[in-house]
């Protein structure tokens, strides 16, 4: 590790993260909110104790709504812990389980943003066998048939001097897909240090962001499409 990357750890390292905060709301209904979410804040709470958006929102509509009792927050679907972007939860036990089923099922869209390093000029899909480290949490490229199928497609939008500015559209959803897959063909997302770029990011996170959600909606049975814009961060800004 070179002195620049000394200064600056990774979130999994880092307990003092961003909380939640009202101006994060993209939509709400009496079904579903939206959150863009800031890199560092966990979706769901898990062993390192922080907190985490489901106990934040369900503070924040107990509050606003002057709710008794417990409020419903449902998980619908996770972001990494670095990354930024658009994380759905269900009010409603009723949405929830819709919406579970609509992921299940691959029925629903996603589109990142992603600064990797180097430049790429055309655009391609890439399809790899993946499997997950549990004790490193980290996921590798491993031969067909040994790990679960990866496939993602992305489009180069802008260059930079060192790195590119891409699209990228899921057809799976595979533990840390985008930053494996990219890192595997020799373009690490820009700040992840896990997966192979030269330093870490000065706010911790990497260069990845859930931009745009594409569902239909559990109950009104409506086209959504949810978008989030990128992090004013200096990571982003070339």
């Given at each position: 590790?070179?002195?620049?990357?000394?200064?600056?750890?990774?979130?999994?390292?880092?307990?003092?993260?961003?909380?939640?905060?009202?101006?994060?709301?993209?939509?709400?209904?009496?079904?579903?909110?939206?959150?863009?979410?800031?890199?560092?804040?966990?979706?769901?709470?898990?062993?390192?104790?922080?907190?985490?958006?489901a106990d934040e929102i369900k503070a924040f509509l107990k509050d606003k709504y002057k709710k008794p009792g417990n409020v419903f927050c449902g998980v619908i679907h996770r972001l990494d812990r670095p990354t930024s972007g658009v994380v759905l939860f269900a009010k409603t036990s009723k949405a929830l389980e819709r919406m579970n089923a609509q992921f299940r099922e691959k029925e629903t869209d996603k589109s990142y943003l992603a600064l990797v390093q180097g430049k790429l000029s055309n655009r391609d899909s890439l399809v790899h066998d993946l499997r997950k480290n549990e004790q490193k949490n980290k996921s590798f490229v491993v031969d067909s048939g040994r790990g679960k199928e990866a496939r993602l497609s992305y489009n180069p939008l802008r260059q930079f001097d060192a790195y590119t500015l891409i699209e990228v559209t899921l057809e799976t959803g595979r533990h840390h897909q985008i930053r494996c897959q990219m890192a595997h063909i020799g373009y690490p997302l820009r700040g992840d240090l896990k997966y192979g770029a030269k330093r870490s990011n000065e706010d911790g996170s990497i260069c990845l962001h859930s931009a745009k959600l594409l569902f239909t909606h559990p109950i009104t049975k409506e086209s959504m499409c949810i978008e989030a814009e990128l992090p004013k961060s200096s990571a982003w800004i070339q």
């Open positions: 590790m070179d002195s620049k990357q000394a200064n600056y750890l990774p979130f999994e390292v880092i307990s003092d993260m961003p909380s939640f905060s009202p101006d994060q709301v993209l939509y709400e209904d009496n079904h579903l909110i939206a959150i863009n979410k800031r890199a560092g804040q966990l979706v769901q709470g898990d062993k390192t104790g922080d907190a985490c958006l």
